[in-house]
């Protein structure tokens, strides 16, 4: 698709909910009948909703597609979208809002307790996201059940997909669908550790992934290309530009500066550099509530701003 004619940069479906955040001293957390903790408090975002955030805080056109439900929480949801300006394009689900639980330790750290909810069966309708793939430059599919049965038509439409399979070892079988038939695919390297080359090298070969991208917290990033090295390139972290105090929605910052750079012009190395700066803001503010301006990354990044020029061009002739 000419860039000019998509209306939307990126389309994200699925992954929205709300996390509450309760703050502890240390993790793992010590075995006690009560943890005095800190104000717990409540995010809106999940992956989907933090992608979709994310890159239209970048300047990209974005909508978001979900299922949320007929609940009091969901107000949480369409009400930080509509603040974030993406367009949100939700159906109802009976089995109501996602949640998680996250407990978050002084040194920013997290471990979540995830709650799903949507029910097996559950399916999105094709005239429902049909017409919004049709207008999209880039599709990024949350790994709900539901978005899988979407590849299909995206694949007939010819747009480009990708999508993040957080903390896969190569193991579980709901991943591995989103894992093969996605262009570009992101995991993090928390659970696979030693196996991370090797599963990036996997994706590569049993999938139709051009590049696969592992995230390291501090320790970085790791990046194969089909076309590279079979050894993935490191790439170090960025220094946040202020102390980390929560490290979640770092992920998916990552995957928002790295999609930045792909649809603004970038050679794949500057994607996952400016996915590392993403990443690193995303953690000096509470909730995944830090999301970075296309200007930060241009400051952090100024000998690609002939990229940005190219956007903003392409995003001139849209509005014309």
């Not at 940069?9 to 793992?28: A, E, K, M, Q």
């Not at 993090?188 to 090797?198: I, L, V």
């Not at 170090?236 to 603004?264: I, K, M």
């Amino acid at each position: 698709m000419d860039p000019r004619q998509a209306a939307y940069d990126v389309v994200v479906v699925g992954g929205s909910g709300v996390d509450t955040i309760v703050r502890v001293g240390s993790l793992p957390v010590p075995l006690a009948d009560s943890v005095p903790v800190g104000p717990i408090e409540e995010w809106p975002g999940h992956t989907g909703g933090n992608v979709a955030l994310g890159t239209r805080a970048l300047g990209l056109k974005v909508a978001l597609l979900d299922y949320i439900g007929d609940d009091w929480i969901s107000a949480q949801v369409r009400e930080r979208l509509a603040e974030g300006d993406v367009e949100f394009a939700p159906l109802i689900s009976p089995a109501g809002t996602r949640r998680a639980v996250n407990l978050v330790d002084a040194t920013g750290r997290r471990m979540s307790f995830y709650d799903g909810r949507d029910p097996a069966d559950l399916r999105m309708p094709r005239d429902h996201y049909l017409p919004w793939l049709r207008r999209a430059r880039h599709v990024h599919l949350s790994i709900m059940n539901f978005t899988r049965f979407l590849y299909d038509d995206i694949e007939t439409l010819g747009v480009p997909v990708s999508t993040d399979l957080h903390d896969w070892d190569g193991a579980a079988d709901h991943h591995r669908e989103f894992a093969l038939r996605s262009d570009l695919v992101f995991f993090s390297a928390a659970k696979a550790g030693d196996r991370t080359p090797t599963l990036m090298r996997e994706i590569l070969r049993e999938g139709r992934a051009e590049i696969v991208v592992a995230t390291a917290g501090a320790d970085g990033a790791y990046l194969l290309t089909r076309d590279g090295d079979t050894t993935p390139l490191h790439l170090p972290a960025a220094v946040p530009p202020a102390p980390a105090v929560d490290s979640n929605g770092a992920g998916d910052a990552f995957v928002c500066g790295f999609l930045y750079g792909r649809l603004t012009g970038r050679d794949v190395r500057d994607c996952a550099r400016l996915g590392t700066v993403a990443g690193a803001y995303a953690c000096t503010a509470p909730g995944s509530t830090a999301l970075i301006s296309a200007e930060a990354l241009r400051a952090a990044d100024p000998a690609s701003a002939h990229a940005d020029v190219t956007h903003e061009r392409l995003a001139a002739d849209r509005e014309a």
